[in-house]
């Protein structure tokens, strides 16, 4: 009898779990609304299935972005999640975006997320906050624009050509084949 409940219970508890652990979906049906997206991305959230909600939180982002209230919940549901899983510089990030299109449209917009966002970033510890404060006062870095390679030679004579082809891109090389305003030209000389 005792083995029969405890083999009983090994297969109920490996249907649970094989039940309970779904993918993130491949495709999502384009026929599926906003709201509809965020109510599965809800409910991927409550089940623990957080790939599967930030997939449909973003599909709604995607999809209906242009609409600022599909956006500003999609945002905020992303952020919370992030939270959730201590994320914290991807829920910081969606929290104050969502506060900066509040302090620019102030407008029309549902306040609840403007709270709720408030609420959200008193829960990130203090210590990251300042770090992400201070990563966005760092000044940027223009990254430097990448010179082109010159094409690799096979034989000696091609190497001699590459180098003449490299050396006339060079702004020095064109410089220096410039004639100077004092000098005569090549020309000038020949006729003196």
Not at 145 to 171: G, L, N, R
Request: charged share 30%; aromatic share 8%; hydrophobic share 35%.
């Amino acid at each position: 009898m005792k083995k029969t409940i405890i083999i009983a219970s090994v297969i109920l508890a490996g249907l649970a779990l094989f039940c309970g652990c779904q993918t993130v979906p491949k495709e999502i049906p384009e026929t599926l609304d906003a709201r509809q997206l965020i109510q599965l991305g809800q409910d991927n959230y409550d089940n623990h299935r957080y790939k599967a909600a930030e997939k449909y939180f973003n599909t709604v982002l995607e999809r209906y972005g242009d609409d600022p209230k599909h956006y500003l919940e999609a945002k905020y549901e992303l952020g919370h999640l992030y939270l959730k899983q201590k994320k914290y510089s991807a829920a910081y990030d969606n929290f104050k975006e969502i506060e900066e299109i509040y302090k620019n449209v102030p407008v029309g917009l549902p306040g609840a997320y403007k709270i709720l966002c408030g609420i959200e970033l008193a829960k990130i510890p203090a210590d990251k906050v300042k770090e992400f404060e201070e990563r966005k006062k760092a000044p940027v870095q223009e990254p430097q624009p990448a010179q082109e390679a010159a094409p690799a030679a096979e034989t000696p004579a091609e190497q001699t050509a590459v180098e003449q082809t490299s050396a006339e891109q060079t702004p020095a090389a064109e410089e220096a084949a410039a004639p100077k305003e004092n000098e005569p030209s090549s020309e000038e000389s020949a006729n003196e």
